[in-house]
């Protein structure tokens, strides 16, 4: 017998769509409902491994990064050739702060 699949519930597909910009089919809603959930699912499950006394992997690379350097910028033609919207030399996105 197999364990139930875990759906997201189809408002938070569509929000995370959203931000994502992507347009989704009806299908591809239910695709993704079952699997963001599962991955959900998943973390879930690791969240619960216990790792108390495990040493830590993480090893920093000694400095690998160089020195800063003046450099000149993006002209605005070339930092805005690829922006789905503008208002002249800025950038235009859409208003996502709800006014009171």
Same mark, same amino acid.
């Given at each position: 017998?197999? +364990?139930? &699949?875990? *759906?997201?519930?189809?408002? #938070?597909? @569509?929000? !995370?769509? *959203? ?17 963001? =959930?599962?991955?959900?699912?998943? /973390?879930?499950?690791?969240?619960? /491994?216990?790792? &108390? ?6 090893? %920093?690379?000694? $400095?690998?990064?160089? #020195?800063?350097?003046? %450099?000149?910028?993006? =002209?605005?033609? !070339?930092?805005? %050739? $690829?922006?789905?919207?503008?208002? =002249? ?8 702060? +709800? #006014? @009171?």
């Amino acid at each position: 017998m197999s +364990e139930p &699949e875990t *759906r997201l519930p189809l408002r #938070e597909v @569509d929000h !995370v769509a *959203r931000l994502a910009r992507l347009d989704l089919e009806p299908e591809e809603r239910e695709c993704f409902a079952l699997q963001l =959930g599962s991955v959900l699912e998943y /973390v879930g499950r690791l969240a619960e /491994v216990p790792v &108390e006394g495990v040493p830590s992997t993480l090893q %920093a690379p000694a $400095n690998v990064l160089r #020195e800063d350097e003046p %450099a000149a910028g993006l =002209g605005p033609e !070339v930092a805005l %050739a $690829n922006a789905p919207d503008r208002q =002249g030399d800025y950038f235009r996105i859409p208003r996502i702060l +709800e #006014e @009171d």
